[in-house]
């Protein structure tokens, strides 16, 4: 699973977003949200049925050093994939 598929699980099951508001959120095409998401479901049914090993790995992304300010929902995490598909997120859990 790519960290692009885990975050869309993220925003959609856990914190509950559409997918517009997920693709607003990771500055995508609602499309490509879509797109996205269904693979992820599609992987996590295959670990969860098939008890396969469910990697996250791939995807482009930045960790961010705890002394710059992120903000957004949760542990002050700031989740944006830009123009070239970065994620910021702050590691403090």
């Known amino acids: 699973m790519t960290v692009e598929e885990y975050e ?25 949200v879509q797109r996205i998401y269904n693979d992820a479901r599609k992987k996590l049914a295959e670990a ?18 705890e002394r710059e300010q992120v903000y957004g929902c949760g542990r002050r995490r700031r ?7 970065t994620l910021d997120e702050d590691r403090g859990e």
């Open 8 to 32: 869309t699980i993220r925003l959609i099951d856990l914190e509950g977003l559409t997918q517009e508001e997920c693709a607003d959120r990771m500055d995508v095409a609602r499309t490509t």
């Open 48 to 65: 969860l049925v098939n008890g396969n090993v469910l990697k996250i790995e791939g995807g482009n992304y930045k960790l961010c050093d």
């Open 79 to 85: 989740h944006r994939f830009g123009h070239n598909n």
